[in-house]
């Protein structure tokens, strides 16, 4: 064999080896890109209210099938405080990787920077909005005592002596809705809030607090029961559940009034993409099944599952919404 023979053969020989080394990375890389290794490990879901409320069931829900579909564990740890902040901070503070996810009402984004002073954390900047999971509304609801069946009697009574209203903390959808009722109507109502829409169910039930805009899935129960009297659902349309309460808009007589949140899937920003499709795509086929979309429903809960380029936009939609009118309250907490 001649040297030129021998040159030509570590040359070719040269060359698979590249070849070889280049198809062994390009589909690796590929894979990656299109079919994520997460969860590779257990995903931590956070809520930041105590067990009972809206996000607490929509995130079991959605944890219990998310773990069907992965194989993985899915743990649900409940956070709650500073109006959903303490339980979106650990998931704006956790490493992008999607394993660490929180389910938050709308206001953490929408509202809380513009309330709370000192934040530990961007909402904006440092959460992704995933997927808009379900939307909810507020029922006005009051202790039997206050002599009160109706919201302008409501409004009348108010105006004769101090009441008080709970909420689930500040700038929760408790809070901005009740708000909101007493802008619009003059009433004059001393707001106490509490760590989650069940301690201040409990508040109103007990009578240390008059009245509440609370989660319908929280307070429907006691109104069932007879202990809480049901004065407004806070959605344009009245609530499947209660349909004989009427609602806000209807009560004040302004029609369009809807003031309806949504829960909001959330990771930390900046998940690599392939995570993030992984994430929506597991939202909107669980979203979409018709056990969970009834199981909801018996919660008054609207299933919905959106991708994130659509969560994005709707809550910037909701900020600017919002922003004007929690600035007219002047809300600031520090």
């Not at 040297?3 to 070719?12: D, E, K």
């Not at 902040?85 to 920077?113: E, M, R």
């Amino acid at each position: 064999m001649t040297a030129r023979h021998h040159t030509r053969l570590a040359c070719a020989a040269a060359a698979v080896a590249v070849v070889a080394a280049t198809a062994a990375l390009a589909p690796r890389d590929a894979h990656a890109q299109a079919s994520p290794s997460w969860p590779d490990k257990t995903v931590r879901i956070l809520v930041g209210s105590p067990p009972g409320g809206p996000s607490d069931i929509t995130t079991r829900l959605f944890a219990e099938q998310l773990h069907q579909r992965t194989g993985q564990p899915v743990v649900v740890e409940n956070k709650p405080g500073a109006g959903n902040n303490l339980a979106a901070a650990v998931v704006a503070q956790s490493a992008p990787d999607g394993h660490t996810l929180v389910i938050s009402p709308d206001t953490v984004v929408t509202t809380n920077p513009l309330v709370y002073r000192n934040m530990p954390f961007d909402a904006r900047k440092d959460l992704l909005n995933v997927s808009v999971l379900t939307t909810f509304t507020q029922l006005l609801v009051c202790n039997p005592h206050v002599k009160a069946a109706t919201v302008p009697e409501l409004v009348a009574l108010s105006k004769t002596q101090p009441m008080t209203y709970a909420s689930g903390g500040p700038a929760v959808p408790g809070h901005l809705a009740a708000e909101m009722f007493l802008q619009s109507t003059g009433a004059t109502m001393r707001h106490i809030p509490y760590k989650g829409p069940a301690p201040a169910t409990l508040a109103v039930l007990a009578g240390e607090v008059d009245c509440g805009f609370l989660a319908t899935p929280t307070v429907l129960p006691q109104v069932r029961a007879g202990k809480l009297t049901a004065l407004a659902v806070s959605s344009a349309q009245p609530s499947a559940l209660a349909p004989d309460v009427p609602t806000l808009a209807r009560a004040l007589n302004q029609p369009g009034l809807d003031i309806t949140f949504k829960l909001v899937l959330q990771a930390r920003r900046g998940t690599p993409a392939p995570i993030v499709r992984a994430l929506e795509q597991h939202a909107a086929a669980i979203m979409a099944m018709p056990e969970i979309q009834e199981k909801l429903r018996a919660s008054d809960l609207t299933a919905v599952g959106s991708n994130s380029a659509d969560a994005e936009r709707t809550i910037q939609a909701d900020a600017a919404r919002w922003a004007p009118v929690v600035k007219k309250l002047d809300l600031k907490m520090d």
